[in-house]
């Protein structure tokens, strides 16, 4: 397949005409179509993006290949989309599971997709983002390496959310100037998506937010219902499971449904190639 084909624009099979249209660059308006944004309102914006195979799988679990990578077929119209998502992003949150699937990555839209890098950038400029969205690890340990790129790099600044003791572990590395730690004292679970989402606004004023991950960090933003919208790309292959595999799908670690469903409005779909590009709004 050549670059061009690779980067042939998505095919738009159905769009709710929802919200605020993004003044795209031309090429990338070629590539993706009218692409919208709910209109501001008081409090943050959190939506996040997956991709997942046919049968639900959004991570194989097995070293080296751990990475949503694998699971969309390395596709390039999948990068260009992440790094969409993330261009219009004035936060990004992971957890320590992702940072470890894929240690090397920078949570910026040049750094997934740099065929595009001039049209990001040209985005963010349109949108009046000075600088690159602040990339936010959430670990309770603090049993990170913070000579990792999106740690030493410099390129992004970095908030790390940990615990009391996390952050103990952590000030022995001696953290760059990058890099801000806060520590959250928790109850009985995990750090509570509030919580984060507290300290990201004592750092960043910026009002959309990107969760990229992973499935148990998801789960817990879904838990307190606080995800907006989930775009999630629908790859064209089967993975398969085995019991106890460790294999993860999109929400791990909490139970909705049948007590609780959480139901979303399909209001986006888009065709790339084999996959299928969706996206659901949730109230």
């Not at 209109?39 to 097995?62: A, I, K, Q, W």
């Not at 000030?171 to 806060?182: D, L, T």
Request: with cysteine; hydrophobic share 40%; charged share 20%.
């Amino acid at each position: 397949m050549t670059a061009s084909a690779a980067l042939a624009p998505l095919e738009a099979l159905f769009e709710l005409r929802r919200g605020q249209v993004l003044p795209l660059p031309p090429n990338l308006a070629r590539l993706y179509g009218n692409f919208r944004m709910p209109l501001r309102r008081p409090g943050p914006e959190v939506y996040s993006n997956f991709v997942s195979t046919m049968d639900g799988v959004v991570s194989l679990h097995v070293k080296g290949h751990s990475a949503g990578a694998d699971i969309s077929g390395f596709s390039i119209q999948d990068r260009m989309v992440m790094g969409l998502l993330r261009a219009v992003a004035d936060v990004v949150i992971v957890g320590s599971g992702t940072l470890g699937a894929d240690p090397r990555q920078v949570w910026t839209p040049e750094a997934i997709c740099p065929e595009l890098a001039n049209d990001y950038h040209g985005l963010r400029k349109a949108l009046a983002k000075r600088e690159a969205a602040l990339n936010v690890v959430v670990s309770a340990s603090g049993n990170i390496d913070l000579r990792l790129p999106v740690f030493a790099s410099g390129r992004v600044p970095v908030l790390i959310v940990t615990t009391p003791a996390g952050a103990k572990r952590l000030a022995k590395q001696k953290p760059p100037e990058s890099v801000g730690i806060r520590s959250i004292r928790r109850g009985s679970g995990k750090i509570a998506p509030s919580a984060i989402l507290d300290e990201v606004a004592r750092v960043n004023p910026g009002k959309r937010i990107l969760v990229e991950g992973g499935p148990r960090l998801l789960g817990s933003f879904y838990q307190e219902r606080l995800v907006g919208e989930q775009f999630l790309t629908l790859a064209s292959q089967i993975a398969g499971r085995e019991a106890g595999d460790g294999r993860l799908s999109l929400v791990m670690g909490k139970t909705f449904a049948p007590r609780d469903p959480l139901w979303g409005t399909l209001t986006d779909v888009r065709r790339g190639h084999s996959a299928l590009f969706l996206r659901y709004s949730f109230q």
